[in-house]
């Protein structure tokens, strides 16, 4: 039975990856500090090969016993998040980054990093592809995931060609679905608890920005396979299905048939104006492409926050 740590399993994506992992059979170590991860999100796995543990992987970072995989997703993902934990978001992606490879490194375990499309920064190549370098603001709001990340994916970079470490990277487009918090700033849990409470949509400007929205089904599956495959470089994970915030809000409008107008607000610095992943890559290293529509991932999550509201 292989042996696996997640870090930052508690949260919205390592929960899931949590399960899926122990569905193909593997020993899960879930290690999570819990600032915006919950145990909510792993109380119903009842598995004897599941163990959780309360800790902040930027300290020294050990496991007892062997360990054949390591999957870094410890780190705030959301504007509030990082905004309200800068200093812990940039030491997550750094000395948590660090101390992780130091434990694959120590185990020879294989490591896999939770990158992100914000590497991207406001992009001025779209779709975006592998090879783009991005357009980061380094000091701005943004600037402490951002860099956090990109920092964390030269790191991970480092480890591979100079420890010869067996590493991958996987850059997360906008993903969505169950046990997404419902006030943690992102667009689809915003509108959608906005919708059911009968709240009118804020949109910020005028809405036209676009991204590509994932369902975390089809993200988790991709993971996996980026995991079990010799490819070592950067590779993006998300749906090109571009919706405008807008449309989006139009089709939560449609689908929950509430009765609340879309208002507008200011614009947030640095939010990015596209975002939309060219995933020519995974379709050829992994043989991987998203399998839920979006109008078809976005009724299972409201089904969810129904529930949850």
């Given at each position: 039975?292989?042996?696996?740590?997640?870090?930052?399993?508690?949260?919205?994506?390592?929960?899931?990856?949590?399960?899926?992992?122990?569905?193909?059979?593997?020993?899960?170590?879930c290690m999570d500090n819990l600032i915006t991860g919950r145990v909510g999100n792993i109380a119903h796995i009842r598995n004897k090969s599941f163990t959780f543990i309360n800790y902040n992987v930027t300290n020294y970072v050990y496991v007892d016993g062997p360990l054949d995989y390591v999957f870094h997703f410890a780190s705030p993902a959301s504007p509030i998040d990082y905004q309200e934990y800068p200093i812990q978001t940039l030491k997550v992606g750094s000395l948590?980054?660090?101390?992780?490879l130091g434990l694959a490194m120590e185990k020879g375990s294989r490591y896999l990093l939770a990158s992100t499309s914000e590497v991207y920064g406001d992009p001025l190549v779209h779709p975006q592809t592998e090879d783009y370098w991005g357009n980061v603001n380094p000091i701005g709001i943004r600037g402490v995931y951002d860099e956090a990340k990109r920092f964390a994916e030269a790191m991970v970079m480092a480890y591979h060609r100079y420890h010869k470490l067996d590493t991958r990277i996987v850059r997360i487009f906008n993903t969505f679905g169950p046990r997404m918090r419902l006030y943690d700033g992102r667009a689809v849990p915003t509108l959608m608890r906005q919708a059911l409470k009968g709240e009118d949509l804020t949109v910020f400007g005028q809405g036209s920005q676009t991204r590509s929205f994932c369902y975390v089904d089809d993200l988790i599956e991709g993971i996996y396979r980026l995991m079990m495959s010799d490819y070592s470089n950067?590779?993006?994970?998300?749906?090109?299905?571009?919706?405008?915030?807008?449309?989006?809000?139009?089709?939560?409008?449609?689908?929950?048939?509430?009765?609340?107008?879309i208002i507008h607000q200011p614009l947030p610095d640095d939010d990015p104006k596209v975002r939309k992943p060219d995933i020519s890559r995974a379709k050829a290293v992994l043989s991987w492409q998203p399998k839920v529509r979006v109008a078809e991932g976005m009724q299972k999550t409201l089904e969810w926050v129904k529930r949850i509201i």
């Open positions: 039975m292989p042996r696996t740590l997640v870090t930052g399993g508690a949260g919205f994506l390592g929960s899931h990856l949590c399960e899926y992992l122990l569905q193909k059979g593997h020993e899960v170590i948590g980054t660090h101390k992780t950067p590779v993006n994970l998300g749906n090109t299905e571009e919706l405008s915030i807008l449309e989006l809000a139009h089709l939560i409008v449609k689908l929950t048939d509430c009765k609340t107008k």
